[in-house]
């Protein structure tokens, strides 16, 4: 095995009959990087209770502590920590129950993190997560602890999933919701006395700024990230998660102003500690960032952009914070988006020098989004490229010379072949096995549809440019806009849920566009009302969804549209 570089099979093949039958001995030797992980976390040490054993037994973790420098090395890591800490976890004695408690919590935040890989079975891992989450809650000695807080932080992110697909979770999370809200107001010395469920003077006195600070920011951000993920309330959710952007910042200020003359011994705790604080700061970023994003996708006119920017400047902060940590697997989905928010920032600009400047960024920091999430998995790198970072290039080649143009396009059409490669071979029609949406995998169909439109239109200037000969021209046009044709009809396919009907609106009147430009070129009269008629429903279909909404831009667009279609069709 060359172990300058693992290959997502490889990573795989040396876990995944592990990962699903449990642990066994000796995995982490079959890698040289990794140090015998048994080992490393059972290593008997004098500790205190409390902050100092979480951050003891999180150290001893490789994926939590270990600089990825291999494409797919999170994946194995992710692989080698789980079997560790449940061998560890059958070692310990029933009356290590902190111990213990500080495993599951850890186990918990390996599952969440876990990356996709193709036999990825995202109902599995919740199931799990979920499971040692409660169980590092329930094995915590108080609630004003880290493996408390950690359990019912990935509880609170885990179950808006779960309740889809069992509503028996339904009770768990308002169970989660108002637990995590009665600690805060037991932290937090401003908020009212009348919502305090916990007798818990002598533990509150125990407790740091410090600790205080983490444990009310990770409890705003799993509040307001379940109201985002299973109401799909965003104001609430906007309320809790700027609650815990600013717990976070006082965080921040209050790690500048500790003592920096720590015992030496202390040192690499410290180190651990900020790089962790840091890597779940950048998560309530981006989950700010995500409902900022939300909330512009329900409204139109200038308030789009407002909130765009917004999310992009959320965005760009996760991004700041994931760098300063090892868990930075959000970092490389903040650069991703990042990247998708200056795209369609040029829509905006009506500067051809500056449009071509926001998307020469856009593909730089595209690229630097696909070099670190391919750190945990290329498969992961792969399905964003094509879902995001292939509409970036396609938008540059507009832009560029001729040389330069190919040289974007290939690239585009690279990114986008790979992540629809993954989406067909993966079945994800219904969300598929990843830790990514049903929404991501229609955009790389819908991005396709787009970029084969473009192809039609670039055809077209070079018949009307180069006097060509037109039979073959018309031909090369034709098979462009069927493809993007295609492409659009399949987006809808992922495009479901409720929450995505504003790009079933997106896809239907591109559709529409395609039917109308498609028609003009087609000699055969029959072919020709086939397509006006599909282009006649896709614009009614985008036209009630409007309506339903109140997308009053939308519905203008498609009447226009209908109405050439009539006339076309008359």
């Given at each position: 095995?060359?172990?300058?570089?693992?290959?997502?099979?490889?990573?795989?093949s040396?876990?995944?009959?592990?990962?699903?039958?449990?642990?066994?001995?000796?995995?982490?030797?079959?890698?040289q990087?990794?140090q015998?992980?048994?080992?490393?976390?059972?290593?008997?040490?004098?500790l205190?209770s409390?902050?100092?054993?979480f951050?003891?037994l999180?150290?001893?973790?490789?994926?939590?502590?270990?600089?990825?420098k291999?494409?797919?090395?999170?994946?194995?890591?992710?692989?080698?920590?789980?079997i560790?800490?449940?061998?560890?976890?059958?070692?310990?004695?029933?009356?290590?129950?902190?111990?213990?408690?500080?495993?599951?919590?850890?186990?918990?935040?390996?599952?969440?993190?876990?990356?996709?890989?193709?036999k990825?079975?995202r109902n599995?891992?919740?199931r799990?997560?979920?499971k040692?989450?409660?169980?590092?809650?329930?094995?915590?000695k108080t609630p004003?602890?880290?493996?408390?807080?950690?359990g019912l932080?990935?509880?609170?992110?885990i179950?808006?999933?779960?309740?889809?697909?069992?509503?028996t979770?339904?009770?768990?999370?308002?169970?989660?919701?108002?637990?995590?809200?009665?600690?805060?107001s037991?932290?937090?010395s401003e908020?009212?006395?009348?919502?305090?469920?916990?007798?818990?003077?002598?533990?509150?006195k125990?407790?740091?700024?410090?600790?205080k600070?983490?444990f009310?920011?990770?409890?705003?951000d799993?509040?307001?990230?379940?109201?985002?993920?299973?109401?799909?309330?965003?104001?609430?959710?906007?309320n809790?998660l700027?609650?815990?952007?600013?717990?976070f910042?006082?965080?921040?200020r209050?790690?500048?102003?500790?003592?920096?003359?720590?015992?030496?011994?202390k040192?690499?705790?410290?180190?651990?500690?900020?790089?962790?604080?840091?890597?779940?700061?950048?998560?309530?970023?981006?989950?700010?960032?995500?409902c900022?994003?939300?909330?512009?996708?329900k409204?139109?006119g200038e308030e789009?952009?407002?909130?765009?920017?917004?999310?992009?400047?959320?965005?760009?902060?996760s991004?700041?914070?994931?760098?300063?940590?090892?868990?930075?697997?959000?970092?490389?989905?903040?650069?991703?988006?990042?990247?998708?928010?200056?795209?369609a920032?040029?829509?905006?600009?009506?500067?051809r020098?500056?449009?071509?400047?926001?998307?020469?960024k856009?593909?730089?920091i595209?690229?630097?989004?696909?070099?670190?999430?391919s750190?945990?998995s290329?498969?992961?790198?792969?399905?964003?490229?094509g879902?995001?970072?292939?509409?970036?290039?396609?938008?540059?080649?507009?832009?560029?010379?001729?040389?330069?143009?190919?040289?974007?396009?290939?690239?585009?059409?690279?990114?986008?072949?790979r992540?629809?490669?993954?989406?067909?071979?993966?079945?994800?029609?219904?969300?598929?096995?990843?830790r990514?949406t049903?929404?991501?995998v229609?955009?790389?169909?819908?991005?396709?549809s787009?970029?084969y439109?473009?192809?039609?239109?670039?055809?077209?200037t070079?018949?009307?440019s180069?006097?060509l000969?037109?039979?073959r021209?018309c031909?090369?046009?034709?098979s462009?806009?069927?493809?993007?044709?295609?492409?659009?009809l399949?987006?809808r396919?992922?495009?479901?849920?409720?929450?995505?009907?504003?790009?079933?609106?997106?896809?239907?009147?591109?559709?529409?566009?395609?039917?109308y430009?498609?028609?003009?070129?087609l000699?055969?009269?029959?072919?020709k009302?086939?397509?006006v008629?599909?282009?006649?429903?896709?614009c009614?279909?985008?036209?009630?969804i409007?309506?339903?909404?109140?997308?009053?831009?939308?519905?203008?667009e498609?009447?226009?549209?209908?109405?050439?279609?009539?006339?076309?069709?008359?």
């Amino acid at each position: 095995m060359d172990h300058n570089k693992l290959s997502l099979d490889s990573a795989i093949s040396q876990y995944e009959s592990h990962f699903c039958q449990g642990a066994s001995k000796g995995m982490s030797e079959n890698l040289q990087y990794l140090q015998p992980l048994g080992e490393k976390i059972g290593r008997k040490e004098q500790l205190c209770s409390g902050s100092e054993l979480f951050f003891s037994l999180y150290c001893k973790v490789p994926l939590f502590t270990t600089v990825l420098k291999k494409p797919n090395e999170g994946l194995a890591l992710s692989f080698a920590s789980k079997i560790a800490l449940e061998e560890q976890l059958e070692k310990y004695s029933k009356a290590s129950t902190e111990e213990i408690a500080v495993s599951h919590a850890l186990l918990a935040l390996v599952h969440w993190l876990f990356p996709s890989y193709p036999k990825f079975n995202r109902n599995k891992i919740a199931r799990v997560m979920f499971k040692h989450a409660l169980e590092a809650m329930n094995l915590s000695k108080t609630p004003f602890s880290e493996s408390y807080i950690i359990g019912l932080f990935i509880t609170l992110r885990i179950l808006p999933f779960l309740v889809k697909t069992n509503k028996t979770y339904s009770v768990e999370i308002s169970k989660s919701r108002k637990s995590a809200l009665s600690l805060v107001s037991n932290l937090d010395s401003e908020s009212s006395p009348a919502t305090k469920e916990y007798s818990s003077a002598e533990e509150m006195k125990q407790l740091s700024s410090e600790q205080k600070a983490f444990f009310i920011a990770s409890l705003y951000d799993a509040v307001g990230f379940s109201f985002l993920k299973l109401e799909r309330n965003e104001d609430i959710a906007l309320n809790y998660l700027e609650r815990s952007v600013q717990a976070f910042s006082h965080l921040e200020r209050i790690l500048l102003s500790q003592d920096k003359s720590e015992e030496a011994g202390k040192e690499f705790f410290r180190g651990a500690r900020r790089s962790f604080y840091s890597a779940l700061a950048s998560v309530a970023w981006w989950d700010l960032g995500y409902c900022h994003e939300a909330l512009a996708d329900k409204i139109e006119g200038e308030e789009v952009r407002n909130l765009t920017e917004k999310a992009k400047m959320d965005y760009e902060k996760s991004y700041a914070l994931a760098k300063q940590a090892t868990l930075n697997y959000y970092g490389g989905l903040s650069a991703c988006a990042i990247a998708a928010l200056l795209e369609a920032e040029s829509e905006y600009e009506s500067r051809r020098k500056k449009t071509l400047a926001i998307l020469k960024k856009a593909v730089t920091i595209g690229e630097e989004s696909l070099t670190k999430l391919s750190l945990w998995s290329t498969y992961d790198s792969d399905l964003l490229g094509g879902s995001w970072v292939a509409a970036c290039y396609g938008r540059l080649a507009d832009y560029s010379s001729t040389r330069l143009k190919h040289k974007y396009i290939r690239r585009s059409l690279n990114l986008a072949k790979r992540a629809e490669s993954l989406a067909v071979k993966g079945g994800m029609s219904n969300g598929g096995r990843g830790r990514f949406t049903a929404a991501q995998v229609g955009h790389i169909f819908y991005r396709n549809s787009i970029y084969y439109r473009q192809l039609a239109r670039n055809a077209k200037t070079s018949l009307d440019s180069k006097r060509l000969e037109a039979t073959r021209e018309c031909k090369l046009i034709i098979s462009h806009l069927k493809n993007s044709l295609e492409y659009a009809l399949r987006s809808r396919i992922y495009y479901k849920a409720q929450q995505f009907h504003n790009y079933v609106v997106d896809s239907s009147l591109l559709a529409g566009e395609v039917c109308y430009e498609l028609q003009s070129y087609l000699t055969s009269e029959e072919e020709k009302k086939s397509y006006v008629s599909l282009g006649k429903k896709m614009c009614l279909q985008a036209q009630v969804i409007s309506q339903k909404n109140d997308w009053n831009q939308r519905v203008a667009e498609s009447n226009w549209l209908r109405a050439q279609m009539l006339d076309t069709g008359s």
